[in-house]
């Protein structure tokens, strides 16, 4: 019971880990429109289109640093800023689904996978 | 029997097709995103950004952390694009007192306190912040920009309770009355022109000044 508890909490770590990864790798480096994904969470009503907006800085010289930040806006072009902590919350529990799902697909497939035919080496170990 | 052949050429094919996927889609990079300037563009091409909204929370969020109902104010400005009010406000437990509130989409910033003139007489510059008609901005919006340029957008608003603005003139006001007249002031802007509409308190339009 406590070995298994242990395990869990490892399985929740390596996952957790992951989607953090991949939402940093994704989201904010890749694709960072994702965040727009989450918009109808965040955005009110009157402000439906998501924008991420990028501010590019350059601190140093030869150094660029990104900024992105996710904003909402109406038809009046009244906006609402939501930031990109939440959307990353967000992105990184939608990122945990999936891995979940994608390793559930391929132990699915693993177990209904048939058996690999066995090799010349397999049968003359067999003989010895 | 038939001899088992490791198929590698099935596993290069897809970890050369996986990189080259990896490679268009991280090429590019920012995927998605619109650059600030876009993004100011487009607000600017929608109106402006300014409505109601903005002005009222401010007022919400001061009254607040004063903790009045209504309050005085000498100016209130508004800048939509970066959500932005500044209210010079009279503090209604020393009225003597003026306080600059900077207030960015609803949360206080900044709080100072004014230097005021010699000649400063708050009782003639400050006025109820209720007495605006904060709840007429959409419609004086659509009023202004139906004045200007088509492509035109506001770029802030102004409330004042001022009587040395020559504007009066082009309006036509000459009654005298104007020094205890509140006055809307939305800036104007476009790629080839700027302007200036006034609108009363009550948010009638008085004119749109080409500048």
């Known amino acids: 019971m406590r070995r298994g508890k242990w395990i869990g909490l490892a399985l929740v770590g390596v996952l957790l880990f992951f989607s953090v990864m991949t939402t940093v790798a994704v989201a904010g480096a890749i694709w960072p429109g994702e965040a727009k994904l989450t918009a109808p969470l965040f955005c009110e009503d009157d402000k439906p289109d998501a924008f991420v907006v990028v501010d590019r800085s350059n601190p140093a010289p030869g150094e660029t640093t990104y900024d992105f930040s996710l904003y909402c806006m109406g038809r009046r072009g009244q906006t609402q800023e939501i930031g990109w902590l939440r959307p990353s919350v967000v992105l990184t529990a939608g990122h945990a689904v999936l891995i979940v799902a994608l390793v559930g697909v391929v132990v699915l497939l693993a177990r209904s996978w048939p058996r690999r035919r066995p090799r010349p080496w397999d049968q003359v170990s067999d003989g010895t | 029997m038939r001899t088992w052949v490791p198929r590698r050429g099935r596993w290069t094919g897809l970890a050369c097709a996986a990189a080259l ?87 206080v910033w900044q709080v100072e306190p004014v230097q005021l003139a010699a000649g400063d007489v708050l009782d003639a510059q400050t006025f109820p912040v209720a007495s605006v008609a904060l709840d007429q901005v959409d419609a004086m919006v659509d009023s202004a920009l139906a004045e200007f340029v088509p492509d035109g957008h506001v770029a802030s608003m102004t409330v004042t309770r001022n009587a040395d603005d020559p504007l009066d003139n082009t309006a036509g006001d000459t009654s005298g009355d104007t020094t205890e007249e509140i006055v809307i002031s939305l800036a104007l802007a476009s790629p080839r022109a700027a302007g200036t509409a006034r609108f009363t308190g009550d948010g009638e339009l008085i004119a749109v000044v080409r500048a």
């Open chain 2, 21 to 107: 996927g990896l490679g268009a889609v991280a090429g590019p990079g920012c995927i998605g995103t619109t650059d600030r300037r876009d993004f100011n563009r487009e607000i600017q091409a929608r109106g402006g950004g300014l409505t109601s909204e903005l002005p009222i929370s401010a007022v919400d969020t001061v009254a607040a952390a004063l903790g009045v109902i209504d309050f005085e104010v000498r100016t209130l400005s508004v800048t939509p694009v970066d959500g932005t009010v500044v209210l010079e406000v009279r503090d209604p437990f020393a009225p003597e007192n003026l306080d600059r509130y900077v207030v960015i989409r609803g949360s």
